[in-house]
């Protein structure tokens, strides 16, 4: 008699990892790096004739808007996502920030999820909606949910999804799925 319960099982990689992109952002940051220079067009060659006060609002406003519109979006142009044998951790942009890491013992369980949207979350980034729980939306389409043991859920967008939900599912501890 064979054992099948040998091939059901799939070999995991030692460290999964994944990552989604949204090049929509890139036009956003665009916008902001376009305030920026602006404002620093202003500050280096303005003939303004109204006076000192509204020129110096200006170049602070212009920059300011540019920084915040230029690193906001940034920071949210890609996910990645580290699954090894302890933990998963996410992190967001170039500069890895905001960066989260859940130990898989605090995680319940794992769901593909197929169509999850900015819209539902209030918008693209890093998001908290009292009824729904945290996530991190960089663009639509299929992400995993993390049923947390606290009650909460963690969800996030990223490519191959289901992929990542077989290895989460297979890294939690038989004792983790025990509680109650």
Request: glycine share 10%; charged share 20%.
């Amino acid at each position: 008699m064979r054992d099948d319960s040998r091939s059901e099982k799939r070999p995991q990689p030692e460290v999964w990892t994944g990552r989604a992109t949204n090049r929509v952002q890139w036009l956003l940051a665009l916008v902001g790096a376009a305030c920026l220079a602006l404002g620093i067009e202003l500050a280096v060659d303005s003939a303004w004739s109204s006076g000192l006060a509204p020129l110096v609002m200006s170049v602070v406003g212009c920059i300011a808007a540019g920084l915040l519109v230029l690193f906001g979006t940034l920071a949210f142009v890609h996910v990645a996502v580290k699954v090894d044998k302890d933990c998963l951790e996410v992190r967001c942009g170039h500069i890895g920030l905001p960066r989260r890491r859940i130990p898989l013992d605090h995680v319940a369980g794992a769901e593909f999820a197929p169509h999850v949207t900015p819209r539902h979350w209030g918008g693209w980034g890093y998001r908290w909606r009292p009824e729904k729980g945290t996530a991190v939306v960089v663009r639509r389409g299929e992400g995993i949910v993390l049923r947390l043991w606290d009650g909460h859920t963690f969800t996030i967008t990223i490519d191959n999804a289901e992929s990542a939900v077989h290895v989460i599912k297979d890294r939690l501890r038989p004792s983790a799925s025990g509680r109650a």
